[in-house]
């Protein structure tokens, strides 16, 4: 996993880009991503051997999710990373013991992924929890490969 020096290495050659970037977000070792103010909610049954499931697409500055509630948001940030490192995102602190939690592909962001990352986010608590655009609401951790993979995301 790397460093806050390593990840200040990555992102001053431009091989690890967040755009826009807060260089108050460097943790030690974790950069925190922001919330968007797009969402995406699901209006219907799920069903896996359907592929088109009905969904409502909105934008919005806070949202109150209920308990139990689940919601799609992203990050205000694009991510690019580099085929020789992997990303993974957990929740923040604050927010997980509010009862939220944040994941990305079960938490993931291959190599060579350049995008805003979708945020699963779940109220897990027995109250409702209300979510600001612009909250720092989950850190990425990045790991280096032992070597490049075969493909890239």
Not at 19 to 38: E, F, H, K
Not at 83 to 111: K, L, Q, W
Not at 138 to 148: A, E, K, N, T
């Given at each position: 996993?790397?460093?806050?020096?390593?990840?200040?290495?990555?992102?001053?050659?431009?091989?690890?880009?967040?755009?826009?970037?807060?260089?108050?977000?460097?943790?030690?070792?974790?950069?925190?991503?922001?919330?968007?103010?797009?969402?995406?909610e699901?209006?219907?049954?799920?069903?896996?051997?359907?592929?088109?499931?009905?969904?409502h697409?909105?934008?919005?500055?806070?949202?109150?999710l209920?308990?139990?509630?689940f919601?799609?948001?992203?990050?205000?940030?694009r991510?690019?990373?580099?085929a020789?490192?992997?990303?993974?995102?957990e929740?923040?602190?604050?927010?997980?013991?509010?009862?939220?939690?944040?994941?990305?592909?079960d938490?993931h962001?291959?190599p060579?992924?350049?995008?805003?990352?979708?945020?699963?986010?779940?109220?897990?608590n027995?109250?409702?929890?209300?979510?600001h655009?612009?909250?720092?609401?989950?850190?990425?951790?990045?790991?280096?490969?032992?070597?490049?993979?075969?493909?890239?995301?």
């Amino acid at each position: 996993m790397l460093s806050d020096c390593d990840l200040h290495k990555l992102l001053k050659r431009g091989e690890l880009v967040i755009q826009p970037l807060n260089v108050a977000a460097i943790g030690c070792a974790s950069i925190d991503l922001t919330l968007a103010d797009q969402f995406v909610e699901y209006t219907d049954v799920i069903d896996s051997q359907n592929i088109s499931v009905a969904t409502h697409s909105f934008s919005t500055s806070t949202i109150t999710l209920p308990p139990q509630g689940f919601i799609l948001g992203m990050t205000r940030e694009r991510i690019h990373i580099p085929a020789e490192y992997y990303g993974f995102i957990e929740t923040r602190g604050n927010f997980a013991r509010a009862g939220i939690t944040v994941s990305s592909n079960d938490g993931h962001i291959d190599p060579g992924t350049d995008s805003k990352i979708t945020l699963e986010i779940h109220n897990r608590n027995s109250v409702a929890v209300t979510l600001h655009t612009g909250d720092a609401i989950c850190q990425l951790f990045v790991f280096r490969l032992l070597s490049p993979p075969s493909r890239l995301y």
